[in-house]
């Protein structure tokens, strides 16, 4: 097969995979960050085209619009809905598979190459990514590949992706200095400070234009901006934390889900180079790699940010360089592999990555713990439908009732788009300092109708929280008989208090 058709071969093999293995989120809708903003921001863009709108959504920051113009772009050819999202996202995820399988064949084999990017596809955080609309996948895949428009000296397309990858998420600026410097170190002498420039020009353009943009919807919000500051700059938190939290980050994006093996080969093969000053060992796509999981790891450290999906932007290469630096070692190594008949180095290296991938793709179904969020395991689809079930049985109530519940859920119930409901329910949402219950005590006391407050057991204030903050500010006692709704992992506590 020619190698210049293996890019396309890789990206409809992945798009078929995805389709397979997922085709069961076309039946799911949204989940918590899709559901609290992803979804209304597609939904902006579908309503007004490229124009934004903030009856919906308020523009964020580190959100730029590219991932949901694409949404809305789609929506507007195939009408609103879940399959929008789904199929843009699937052609995310196989854009990111197929590049990784890409960048690792520019340095292995055929075989090599499909079980690292297999490897990748099958780790619970890419299984899970795949079928939720989130801007993280979209720029992990402009991600990869620039690295492969680097290796390949692509300079133009090099110079494009990294902006588009800004333009799909901005919390990845970080990995910027690593591939300029890459970009530096693979041109000429004479020309490599002018071409560096040149290369960062637009990256630098669009995310400036972003940032001066969305901050004239924030800069509104002081109370947005105060909390946003507070809760994740790690310098108001002490040293301490910031130890802990990098040990975490390390362990989360080198360890889990049998990433272990990765980080074996990398720190081996750089050992064992060193040692031998194997100077071609050193090349400068790995230290741009190497270089940008350092400083995404840094950046996602100090910002206080947890969750799996804003390490994609770094996971592809670590998988790769993890591949490379095994394939090093197999070769290096002195060991009488023919005394073992069978197990010779490639076919080692080819049993190892395959029990990685069957390792990972496993542990996707296993209970959620304290280094893989819900959204991570294959359980996040319970809590979507059982929330599904419940906006349902409210919104079929025989009498209007007022709902008191939280984030996600006040989204869910009061947005029609959102397809939890057909019509808006008559929601009061309440959060951890329950100042939007004490604005509408007097309101609450009087609305002639049944009352009921809803709980989900992933995030917002516990039940017991509420009940007794409500009856501080309205001097009912309530009644605290709740009917309990349970899928799996996933609660939702129904309680009609009077």
Same mark, same amino acid.
């Given at each position: 097969m020619p190698k210049r058709l293996e890019p396309y071969l890789a990206f409809l093999a992945a798009f078929l995979?995805?389709?397979l293995i997922r085709w069961d989120a076309m039946n799911l809708l949204f989940y918590w960050d899709e559901l609290?903003?992803?979804?209304?921001?597609?939904?902006?863009?579908?309503?007004?085209?490229?124009?934004?709108?903030?009856?919906?959504?308020?523009?964020? /920051?580190?959100?730029?619009? /590219?991932?949901f113009w694409m949404i809305a772009g789609l929506a507007k050819i195939i009408g609103w809905g879940v399959p929008a999202f789904r199929i843009m996202t699937f052609l995310a995820g196989a854009t990111y598979v197929s590049g990784t399988y890409v960048l690792a064949r520019t340095r292995a084999s055929r075989a090599l190459s499909f079980l690292t990017a297999l490897a990748l596809f099958v780790a619970p955080v890419s299984l899970s990514e795949v079928a939720l609309a989130q801007a993280d996948l979209l720029a992990a895949a402009f991600s990869v590949w620039t690295l492969v428009a680097l290796e390949k000296k692509?300079?133009?397309?090099?110079?494009?992706?990294?902006?588009?990858?800004?333009?799909?998420?901005?919390? +990845?600026?970080?990995?910027v200095p690593a591939y300029a410097l890459g970009f530096?170190?693979?041109?000429?002498?004479?020309?490599? /400070?002018?071409?560096t420039f040149l290369f960062l020009t637009p990256v630098t353009v669009v995310s400036t234009i972003w940032f001066i943009y969305?901050?004239?919807?924030?800069?509104?919000?002081?109370? +947005?901006?105060?909390?946003?500051?507070?809760?994740?700059?790690?310098?108001?938190?002490?040293?301490?934390?910031?130890?802990?939290?990098?040990?975490?980050?390390? +362990?989360?994006?080198?360890?889990?889900d049998g990433r272990w093996i990765f980080t074996f080969s990398i720190f081996a093969s750089l050992y064992l180079a060193w040692k031998r000053k194997d100077s071609n060992f050193f090349d400068p796509l790995k230290w741009?790699?190497? @270089?940008?999981?350092?400083l995404e790891t840094v950046f996602l450290t100090l910002f206080g940010v947890t969750h799996q999906r804003y390490f994609m932007v770094i996971l592809s290469g670590f998988y790769v360089l993890g591949t490379w630096s095994l394939?090093? /070692?197999? !070769?290096?190594?002195?060991v009488p592999w023919k005394q073992l008949r069978w197990a010779t180095p490639q076919r080692l290296m080819h049993t190892t990555l395959a029990l990685t991938a069957l390792y990972s793709f496993v542990t996707w179904h296993d209970i959620p713990n304290k280094y893989s969020a819900l959204e991570y395991r294959s359980s996040y689809q319970d809590q979507i439908q059982i929330m599904m079930k419940v906006a349902n049985e409210l919104e079929n109530l025989p009498q209007k009732a007022l709902i008191l519940t939280h984030w996600p859920l006040t989204h869910a119930l009061k947005r029609p788009y959102l397809l939890f409901v057909k019509n808006q329910l008559n929601v009061m949402e309440f959060d951890y300092d329950f100042q939007s219950l004490?604005?509408?005590?007097? @309101?609450?006391?009087?609305?002639?109708?049944?009352?009921?407050?809803?709980?989900?057991?992933?995030?917002?204030?516990?039940?017991?929280?509420? +009940?007794?903050?409500?009856? !501080?500010?309205?001097?009912?006692?309530?009644?605290? @008989?709740? !009917?309990?709704?349970?899928? @799996?992992l996933s609660e939702i506590d129904v309680c009609n208090i009077w």
């Open positions: 995979a995805i389709l609290g903003l992803y979804a209304p921001y597609a939904y902006t863009f579908f309503r007004n085209g490229i124009r934004f709108s903030t009856e919906w959504v308020t523009p964020i /920051l580190t959100h730029p619009p /590219l991932f692509a300079w133009k397309w090099a110079t494009v992706l990294l902006a588009l990858t800004a333009l799909a998420n901005a919390t +990845f600026l970080a990995i530096y170190l693979l041109q000429s002498k004479k020309s490599a /400070l002018k071409n969305s901050w004239s919807f924030v800069q509104d919000d002081p109370a +947005f901006v105060s909390g946003s500051i507070k809760y994740n700059s790690i310098f108001l938190q002490g040293s301490r934390a910031l130890i802990f939290r990098f040990a975490h980050r390390v +362990f989360q994006i080198g360890f889990v741009v790699i190497i @270089a940008a999981i350092i394939e090093y /070692l197999t !070769k290096q190594a002195v004490d604005k509408n005590a007097t @309101a609450l006391k009087q609305y002639p109708g049944p009352k009921i407050a809803v709980f989900l057991n992933e995030g917002g204030p516990t039940q017991n929280e509420v +009940f007794t903050h409500l009856e !501080k500010v309205t001097g009912v006692k309530l009644n605290s @008989a709740c !009917k309990k709704y349970t899928q @799996a």
